[in-house]
């Protein structure tokens, strides 16, 4: 099946700094979303972006999908940014995969 | 109505016990998932409804048991579980079986087996 990976695995950044996460996958896919899950468990849907480049707010996506990777940005961290990303993909199949996630923490 | 609905939030139950988990959604999707969390871990896909059809099971013990009683409405049935199941498990939903449109998620049951 389809590999995901995910660097870095931890991340600690000053609130106000700028960050970039990564997600490599190992073959084709048609649909490709990040997640942060916040602290109580909940998968809040970032952006679905399976090619090219999205944008909202403090946060954008380019997925370069030739190339099997997507790169999510955060600008500006907030502390209510701290939580686990996730990228999770599907190669036309219907198992979602979920890369091992980038756990962030923005220090105040 | 954009949401995933899961009840309930919290459950504790003994290994004896039978529980069952709710997950509903009104966006007219037709597809409909149940995933494995546990702790530190990325969600793992249990089950795949489509169609109201199951489609997917990733070889689950039988003490799980999904069922589909409409388009709308997905349960997980539960019975004689082991302290190793405690887990949050998490229910999502797709406009179409492969998810083009995108997957949306619930807010999860964390599972306690005691």
């Known amino acids: 099946g389809i590999q995901v990976e995910q660097s870095p695995p931890d991340l600690i950044l000053q609130e106000g700094a700028n960050s970039t996460l990564r997600c490599n996958f190992s073959d084709s896919v048609n649909n490709l979303q990040w997640f942060h899950q916040n602290p109580w468990g909940q998968l809040i849907n970032l952006f679905y972006?399976?090619?090219g480049t999205k944008q909202n707010g403090r946060l954008s996506a380019t997925t370069v999908a030739t190339e099997r990777y997507s790169l999510l940005y955060i600008s500006s961290s907030q502390t209510t940014d701290s939580g686990v990303y996730f990228c999770?993909?599907?190669?036309?199949?219907?198992?979602?995969?979920f890369g091992p996630g980038t756990r962030l923490s923005v220090l105040p | 109505d954009t949401e995933v609905t899961q009840t309930p939030k919290h459950l504790v139950m003994g290994m004896t016990n039978k529980k069952s988990l709710k997950c509903e959604q009104h966006m007219g999707h037709r597809a409909m998932y149940w995933y494995k969390q546990k702790a530190k871990k990325p969600p793992e896909l249990m089950f795949v409804?489509?169609?109201?059809?199951?489609?997917i099971n990733e070889s689950v013990p039988s003490r799980f048991s999904p069922e589909c009683p409409n388009s709308s409405l997905l349960n997980l049935h539960l019975h004689a579980l082991q302290p190793e199941d405690s887990a949050l498990y998490l229910c999502a939903s797709s406009l179409l079986p492969g998810g083009l449109s995108g997957y949306t998620f619930g807010s999860g049951t964390r599972l306690t087996v005691v």
């Open positions: 972006i399976p090619s």
């Open positions: 409804y489509s169609y109201e059809k199951l489609s």
């Open positions: 999770a993909v599907d190669n036309y199949g219907q198992n979602f995969v």
